[in-house]
């Protein structure tokens, strides 16, 4: 029998630097420009594709497809499909985040078409991730109204029902593939007074699928655990957002691998 050897965050923060991958990132307007500035300061390649005439042939050049519904039309839905379907028959992982899925009935059916086409991983706050799986919850637009933990439950039933690596972020992230789970804490206070840095962690998410790809569970750990080492490093000597949101880009550009295993950062759950 095949064993497989468990990869810890800091080799695959080598592995998603050396490789730099291509990250195909359908995300919305507010995110473009912060998404594309973090994956280059971590070390991947984003490009912004969405329209539907090429989005599909575009996800097959990529690494990795993340898909945030932030933005929605018609258009923007067809090109999600289309880049989809593409990611999937070049055997690509994909990245779904369900940015206040709840809030209309359009996005409610979006996202729900979108989790029956199997995603990879599955991102959101916590919020989020209780009214993916039918929850009542407290969110109010974008932003989440309910702690990690009370999602806790609600993403091991999601992850087992659609195969998919489902992680809760928040002030201690949580991430499980159904059968495992870990907690992965760090980051700052000041980090959800920036906007889109939800948004570009889940085009980082993809980043390290895109170079773990039989890994899913290991790469969203480190992608969060990436995440979490730079926003404790930009946080000193930060004024407020502003001067933290210009930290964290050279954070996460001079983070240094092993500070994703520093500590406890990464515990089992």
């Known amino acids: 029998m095949t064993q497989h050897r468990t990869v810890g965050a800091a080799e695959l923060h080598d592995r998603m630097r050396q490789r730099a991958p291509l990250v195909h990132c359908i995300t919305n307007y507010v995110a473009m420009n912060v998404a594309a500035n973090v994956l280059l ?3 991947a390649s984003p490009a912004m594709v969405h329209a539907e005439e090429e989005a599909g042939e575009f996800a097959g050049l990529a690494g990795a497809l993340t898909v945030n519904i932030g933005t929605l039309s018609p258009g923007w839905v067809g090109g999600m499909k289309a880049a989809i379907a593409g990611a999937m028959a070049a055997g690509r992982p994909w990245v779904l985040d369900p940015v206040a899925h709840f809030a209309t009935g359009y996005r409610r059916r979006v996202a729900a ?3 029956a086409l199997r995603p990879t991983v599955v991102r959101g706050n916590a919020s989020e991730i209780i009214a993916l799986d039918g929850g009542v919850s407290a969110g109010q637009g974008a932003d989440a109204g309910d702690p990690v933990e009370q999602a806790e439950e609600a993403a091991r039933r999601l992850s087992r029902a659609h195969g998919a690596v489902v992680a809760v972020t928040g002030p201690v992230d949580f991430v499980t593939d159904g059968t495992r789970a870990a907690r992965v804490s760090g980051g700052s206070a000041l980090m959800p007074k920036v906007t889109a840095l939800g948004c570009s962690l889940t085009c980082l998410v993809g980043a390290f699928t895109a170079v773990a790809s039989d890994a899913p569970f290991e790469a969203t750990v480190a992608a969060l655990a990436t995440f979490a080492a730079a926003g404790e490093a930009a946080e000193r000597g930060a004024d407020g957002p502003g001067s933290f949101a210009m930290r964290f880009l050279d954070a996460l550009h001079g983070l240094e691998a092993p500070a994703l295993e520093a ?7």
Do not use: H, K, S, V
């Not at 500590?263 to 759950?269: D, Q």
């Open 41 to 43: 300061a971590a070390g």
């Open 263 to 269: 500590g406890e950062r990464i515990r089992p759950a």
């Open 113 to 115: 078409e979108l989790l």
